[in-house]
């Protein structure tokens, strides 16, 4: 699943427009007894019986709010036993349960156990051997409701959609609801004769029924876990895709009615992307069909194997509302779900602990596939600021390692985060640069092709991966190589492991003496942890280090693990380098602190002075430091401002050098350290940091405009994105805003009066400093508009504005019903990167909490602690923990949620008291 948790999935506060209406709780059938009268598991099903095969026969009406199916699931009973334990949530009523076994046929007592578990009781223990069990059930379809069994609206048309991950299949129909069981599913559908219905496999008849319905019947599909099954049912637009892949697979997009023309984009690269995977790992596309379909409401996107949901605002583009940035995060974003076919689908993880084998691979897969199919947008560099993205979600104390225990239903939740995606791609881009490119994917391949169609471990997969070293070490061509591969092979499994099975990151210091001819390099590693935290780590990670050193032209790299606390390294055919890269080509998952003497040796190199000629590297006319280094470094430096190891002025001043540098990725990452500052300054210091704002970045910006130019290139357009915002928003550029401001004015009387990629710049920037006249032209145009896409657009100007009055103004608007609560929650999030607006958000959850959740889809209670997220001192933390602490938690997922929001706040309180003065002093 890629949320815009890939977009996504640090993004946003955790995909509110999945969010949106209560869950309710039908009352248990006449057959049905309440209370445990044995012993439940806890966690995982007991493996006394095995499902072999379901047929799922259900009967949907998008115009209704109920649903009614049967469910028929072969069974191998494992043991003698007289219960048979499966999952189905309070959601649905099971009306009659019958077990097959043979010519005969029992009812067992159905006993609802806890919130999701149901015992089958029988009156003497069943024999071992194969069986059917065949349940009916009924249950209903709420509205905008985001998982399980739902329904959609979009102008006067209704859909049904599905989604089960991790553990909602439970509550659309009983079933064994672990990925563990994957097994093959034939589904029938009923539904309205005009309507199209689909599942993860193709249909393979249809005959009309009664009541102006019809049957429609589908192929049985490979063995799939409840998870990846689903469905929809409802007048959607079919635009057919062509065709791709080794075996000429049929791709259609499935889009709202009438919105047929906004597929365009997806139809033309779906069949590359696709063809690209195939390519890569060797393997076909393993399944049947591929149909790419639009949910209204939906942020992010899901995987199911032949059916992939995404969000609407992702697939259905406009033509003429087309960006470079809404053409890159499609892409990205199906080349993740395309990825999931072969990382997830084919080979699935074999319980949640495992869950990096589908989101950390599918991450990883993404951008491998993205800087193929499109080397312009630059992923090689795309990939280090998402690095420095992950490491710095990875600095908490209360970080979940990559690989977490699972020990309850919170764990299973909360392991779909940024450590799961972005972490655990990182840490694989890492391995895949000290094992090789070539060794790596054919272990991969190794891993798809040995565990098809079925589970796999972190053992499977670095099992494979170790065996492709040992064998290529087998056909080395000198001793060298051999031995080189041979202790990879061994080193492998334990550095890979250090980093899956620990949280956090380590922070390597290193420095450099000569002496005699002889350059040493000192190195020592501890885990990163920011200010604020009180707490000794333990963590030692077996780090590969990959060094580059040149000394006089001389350019040198050697890679090792570093598998201790200390090491002292011999530089190998130099006497003293001129420079020290210790992390080369910023592939490392590691934060760098150099000595003085190496910090002042890259930074005169990476941003040199005009005519100091330090900047290139000898004998080449190359960069000495290439442009992911550069960002690499400023992304470091950053970093140790944080933990307080470094004062501000030192990074304050490097990023100021940084900001002339002529790539978008250094410009943008130098842009991120000045972004926020304000709301550690006086208000005193307020204009002589945006002055220094629009002194450093202005002239770029005003170099680029804010219109964009026809045939402009993409990183032009994409850098223009990042200044604009900066010198606009935090530089508050009176220029830029009145001409932000005209254009923004200027669309709103004439949708096509100013191009999409400046519109979304200009709505940014005015409605940040906009005034309560430009507010309610907003929002009139907001209430007016039917296009979902340009509604959202609207919406998230809405909850931009920084003016205090406005801010409110906007939060109060999620709760007064005139806006669909799902699309209005940007209006209450949207405040807390302000100085002057961060509690607005905290003080309408304190006020309003109770009435939230009763809006608000199942377990939204826990989400809302990360509304306290703007918070910054002693005191509002306590205030976040007495008032959060017994409401938010009461939610699956939210003791976690909670936890990592107080310790942020903890952190923004120290960070603000080592390092206010250095940054005031900065800018005074």
Same mark, same amino acid.
């Given at each position: 699943?890629?949320?815009?948790?890939?977009?996504?999935?640090?993004?946003?506060v955790?995909?509110?427009?999945?969010?949106?209406?209560?869950?309710?709780?039908a009352?248990?059938?006449?057959?049905?007894?309440?209370?445990?009268?044995?012993?439940?598991?806890?966690?995982?099903?007991?493996?006394?019986?095995?499902?072999?095969?379901?047929?799922?026969?259900?009967?949907?009406?998008? /115009?209704?709010?109920?649903?009614?199916?049967?469910?028929?699931?072969?069974?191998?009973?494992?043991?003698?036993?007289?219960?048979?334990?499966?999952?189905?949530?309070?959601?649905i009523?099971? #009306?009659?349960?019958?077990?097959?076994?043979?010519?005969?046929?029992?009812?067992?007592?159905?006993?609802?156990?806890?919130?999701?578990?149901?015992?089958?009781r029988?009156?003497?223990? @069943?024999?071992?051997?194969?069986?059917k069990?065949?349940?009916?059930?009924?249950?209903?379809?709420?509205?905008?409701e985001?998982?399980?069994?739902?329904?959609?609206?979009?102008?006067?048309?209704?859909?049904?959609?599905?989604?089960?991950?991790?553990?909602?299949?439970?509550?659309?129909?009983?079933?064994?609801?672990?990925?563990?069981?994957?097994?093959?599913?034939?589904?029938?559908?009923?539904?309205?004769?005009?309507q199209?219905?689909?599942t993860?496999?193709?249909?393979?008849?249809?005959? #009309?029924? &009664?009541?102006?319905?019809? *049957?429609?019947?589908?192929?049985?599909?490979?063995?799939?876990?409840?998870?990846?099954?689903?469905?929809?049912?409802?007048?959607?637009?079919?635009?057919?895709a062509?065709?791709?892949?080794?075996?000429?697979?049929?791709?259609?997009?499935v889009?709202?009615?009438?919105?047929? *023309?906004?597929?365009?984009?997806?139809?033309?690269?779906?069949?590359?992307?696709?063809?690209?995977? #195939?390519?890569?790992?060797?393997?076909?596309?393993?399944?049947?069909?591929?149909d790419?379909? %639009?949910?209204?409401?939906?942020?992010?996107?899901?995987?199911?194997?032949?059916?992939?949901?995404?969000?609407q605002?992702?697939i259905?583009?406009?033509?003429?509302?087309?960006?470079?940035?809404?053409?890159?995060?499609?892409?990205?974003?199906?080349?993740?779900?395309?990825?999931?076919q072969?990382?997830?689908?084919?080979?699935?993880?074999?319980?949640?602990?495992?869950l990096?084998?589908?989101?950390?691979?599918a991450?990883?897969?993404?951008?491998?596939?993205?800087?193929?199919?499109?080397?312009k947008?630059r992923?090689?560099?795309?990939?280090?600021?998402?690095?420095?993205?992950?490491?710095?979600?990875?600095?908490?104390?209360?970080?979940?390692?990559?690989?977490?225990?699972?020990?309850?239903?919170?764990?299973?939740?909360?392991?779909?985060?940024g450590?799961?995606?972005? *972490?655990?791609?990182?840490? @694989?881009?890492?391995?895949?640069?000290?094992?090789?490119? /070539?060794?790596?994917?054919?272990?991969? /391949?190794?891993?798809?092709?040995?565990?098809?169609?079925?589970?796999?471990?972190?053992?499977?997969?670095?099992? &494979?991966?170790?065996?492709?070293?040992?064998?290529?070490?087998?056909?080395?061509?000198?001793?060298?190589?051999a031995?080189?591969?041979?202790?990879?092979? +061994?080193?492998?499994?334990?550095?890979?492991q250090?980093?899956?099975?620990q949280?956090?990151?380590?922070l390597?210091?290193?420095?450099?003496?000569?002496?005699?001819?002889?350059?040493?390099?000192?190195?020592?590693?501890?885990?990163?942890?920011p200010?604020?935290?009180?707490?000794? +780590?333990?963590?030692?990670?077996?780090?590969?280090?990959?060094?580059?050193?040149?000394?006089?032209?001389?350019?040198?790299?050697?890679?090792?693990?570093?598998?201790?606390?200390?090491?002292?390294?011999?530089?190998?055919?130099?006497?003293?380098?001129?420079?020290?890269?210790?992390?080369?080509?910023?592939?490392?998952?590691?934060?760098?602190?150099?000595?003085?003497?190496?910090?002042?040796?890259?930074?005169?190199?990476?941003?040199?002075?005009?005519?100091?000629?330090?900047?290139?590297?000898?004998?080449?006319?190359?960069?000495?430091?290439?442009?992911?280094?550069?960002?690499?470094?400023?992304?470091?430096?950053?970093?140790?401002?944080?933990?307080?190891?470094v004062?501000?002025?030192?990074?304050?001043?490097?990023?100021?050098?940084?900001?002339?540098? =002529? /790539?978008?990725h250094?410009?943008?990452?130098?842009?991120g350290?000045?972004?926020?500052?304000?709301?550690?300054?006086?208000?005193?210091?307020?204009?002589?940091?945006?002055?220094?704002?629009?002194?450093?970045?202005?002239?770029?910006?005003?170099?680029?405009?804010?219109?964009?130019?026809?045939?402009?290139?993409?990183?032009?357009?994409?850098?223009? $994105?990042?200044?604009?915002?900066?010198?606009?928003?935090?530089?508050?550029?009176?220029?830029?805003?009145?001409?932000?401001? %005209?254009?923004?004015?200027?669309?709103?009387?004439?949708?096509s009066?100013?191009?999409?990629?400046?519109?979304?710049?200009?709505?940014?920037?005015?409605? =940040?400093?906009?005034?309560?006249?430009?507010?309610?032209?907003?929002l009139?145009?907001?209430?007016?508009?039917?296009?979902?896409?340009?509604?959202?657009?609207?919406?998230?100007?809405?909850?931009?504005?920084?003016?205090p009055?406005?801010?409110?103004?906007?939060?109060?608007?999620?709760?007064?019903?005139?806006?669909?609560? $799902?699309?209005?929650?940007?209006?209450?999030?949207?405040?807390?990167?302000?100085?002057?607006?961060?509690?607005?958000p905290?003080?309408?959850?304190?006020?309003?909490?109770?009435?939230?959740?009763?809006?608000?889809?199942?377990? &939204?209670?826990?989400?809302?602690?990360?509304?306290?997220?703007?918070l910054?001192?002693?005191?509002?933390?306590?205030?976040?923990?007495?008032?959060?602490?017994?409401?938010?938690?009461?939610?699956?997922?939210?003791?976690?949620?909670?936890?990592?929001?107080? #310790?942020?706040?903890?952190?923004?309180?120290?960070?603000e008291?080592?390092?206010?003065?250095?940054?005031?002093?900065?800018?005074?």
């Amino acid at each position: 699943m890629k949320s815009c948790r890939h977009v996504l999935w640090s993004a946003s506060v955790m995909m509110w427009s999945a969010l949106l209406s209560p869950a309710f709780a039908a009352a248990p059938s006449p057959a049905a007894v309440s209370g445990p009268a044995a012993p439940s598991p806890t966690l995982r099903l007991p493996r006394t019986v095995i499902p072999q095969r379901y047929a799922l026969d259900l009967s949907l009406r998008p /115009s209704d709010d109920v649903y009614q199916g049967q469910v028929e699931v072969a069974v191998q009973i494992e043991e003698a036993s007289d219960v048979i334990w499966l999952h189905a949530g309070r959601e649905i009523s099971i #009306e009659q349960t019958t077990l097959t076994i043979g010519s005969t046929a029992q009812s067992p007592r159905v006993e609802l156990v806890g919130k999701d578990l149901v015992a089958l009781r029988f009156a003497k223990p @069943l024999p071992k051997g194969s069986a059917k069990l065949t349940l009916r059930f009924k249950g209903k379809l709420p509205l905008a409701e985001g998982s399980s069994i739902y329904r959609e609206r979009d102008g006067s048309d209704f859909y049904i959609y599905s989604h089960f991950e991790p553990i909602d299949a439970r509550r659309a129909f009983p079933c064994f609801d672990e990925p563990g069981f994957k097994v093959p599913w034939q589904v029938t559908m009923h539904v309205p004769k005009e309507q199209v219905a689909l599942t993860n496999a193709p249909m393979v008849s249809q005959q #009309e029924e &009664a009541n102006g319905m019809k *049957k429609v019947v589908f192929k049985e599909t490979p063995p799939l876990p409840s998870y990846l099954l689903t469905f929809a049912v409802g007048p959607f637009g079919l635009v057919d895709a062509g065709s791709a892949g080794k075996k000429n697979t049929p791709i259609r997009i499935v889009t709202l009615r009438g919105h047929e *023309k906004e597929a365009a984009y997806a139809a033309k690269v779906s069949g590359t992307l696709l063809s690209l995977l #195939e390519d890569y790992f060797g393997i076909p596309y393993p399944y049947d069909k591929l149909d790419q379909i %639009a949910v209204p409401g939906q942020r992010g996107a899901m995987e199911h194997p032949g059916l992939i949901t995404y969000g609407q605002w992702l697939i259905q583009i406009k033509p003429e509302e087309e960006t470079v940035r809404g053409r890159q995060i499609f892409s990205t974003v199906a080349a993740h779900e395309l990825g999931h076919q072969w990382a997830g689908n084919l080979v699935t993880l074999s319980f949640w602990d495992e869950l990096w084998l589908n989101e950390s691979l599918a991450t990883f897969l993404e951008s491998k596939i993205i800087g193929r199919f499109e080397p312009k947008w630059r992923e090689e560099q795309n990939r280090v600021q998402r690095r420095q993205n992950a490491m710095n979600a990875d600095s908490l104390l209360s970080a979940r390692k990559i690989r977490q225990p699972i020990e309850s239903s919170d764990d299973i939740v909360n392991a779909f985060d940024g450590i799961t995606y972005a *972490k655990g791609g990182s840490v @694989l881009e890492m391995f895949e640069s000290w094992m090789g490119e /070539s060794l790596f994917i054919s272990g991969l /391949s190794r891993y798809m092709r040995d565990h098809a169609h079925r589970n796999g471990n972190a053992q499977d997969l670095i099992g &494979a991966w170790t065996q492709e070293l040992a064998d290529a070490a087998t056909k080395a061509k000198t001793p060298a190589e051999a031995e080189e591969l041979k202790r990879k092979s +061994s080193q492998l499994a334990p550095a890979i492991q250090s980093f899956l099975d620990q949280p956090g990151l380590p922070l390597v210091s290193a420095s450099l003496a000569c002496d005699k001819g002889v350059a040493t390099l000192s190195l020592a590693q501890t885990r990163y942890l920011p200010l604020g935290t009180v707490a000794e +780590s333990q963590e030692i990670y077996q780090v590969p280090v990959c060094l580059r050193y040149s000394e006089k032209g001389n350019e040198q790299r050697i890679c090792k693990i570093l598998d201790g606390k200390q090491a002292q390294w011999t530089l190998p055919k130099v006497a003293c380098p001129d420079y020290v890269v210790v992390n080369a080509d910023a592939l490392g998952y590691y934060r760098v602190q150099y000595s003085p003497q190496l910090l002042s040796a890259l930074t005169e190199r990476a941003f040199p002075t005009k005519g100091s000629g330090k900047g290139v590297a000898k004998g080449t006319g190359q960069r000495a430091l290439s442009e992911t280094e550069r960002v690499a470094l400023i992304g470091d430096q950053a970093a140790l401002l944080r933990v307080g190891r470094v004062p501000a002025e030192s990074v304050l001043s490097l990023a100021t050098a940084a900001a002339s540098d =002529e /790539s978008r990725h250094v410009v943008g990452i130098a842009a991120g350290v000045f972004a926020g500052l304000e709301r550690v300054l006086p208000e005193a210091q307020q204009l002589a940091y945006q002055k220094h704002i629009v002194a450093t970045f202005g002239r770029k910006q005003k170099e680029l405009g804010l219109v964009a130019k026809p045939k402009e290139d993409d990183n032009v357009r994409l850098l223009r $994105s990042v200044l604009v915002r900066l010198v606009g928003g935090e530089g508050a550029d009176r220029a830029l805003i009145e001409e932000a401001t %005209a254009l923004c004015r200027k669309w709103l009387g004439n949708r096509s009066a100013v191009d999409p990629e400046t519109v979304r710049l200009a709505l940014a920037v005015a409605s =940040e400093h906009g005034d309560a006249t430009l507010f309610d032209a907003l929002l009139q145009a907001a209430k007016a508009e039917p296009d979902r896409n340009q509604r959202t657009l609207l919406l998230g100007a809405l909850g931009s504005f920084r003016n205090p009055q406005l801010a409110q103004k906007g939060i109060d608007l999620v709760l007064k019903g005139d806006l669909a609560i $799902s699309e209005a929650m940007p209006l209450l999030w949207g405040p807390i990167g302000y100085a002057k607006t961060r509690r607005l958000p905290f003080d309408f959850v304190k006020a309003h909490f109770d009435e939230l959740v009763a809006k608000l889809p199942k377990d &939204a209670g826990a989400r809302l602690s990360a509304m306290a997220g703007g918070l910054c001192s002693e005191a509002e933390r306590a205030e976040a923990e007495s008032f959060l602490g017994s409401r938010s938690t009461k939610y699956t997922g939210g003791p976690r949620i909670l936890k990592q929001t107080i #310790e942020r706040i903890n952190q923004c309180a120290a960070f603000e008291k080592a390092q206010a003065a250095s940054i005031t002093a900065f800018f005074r």
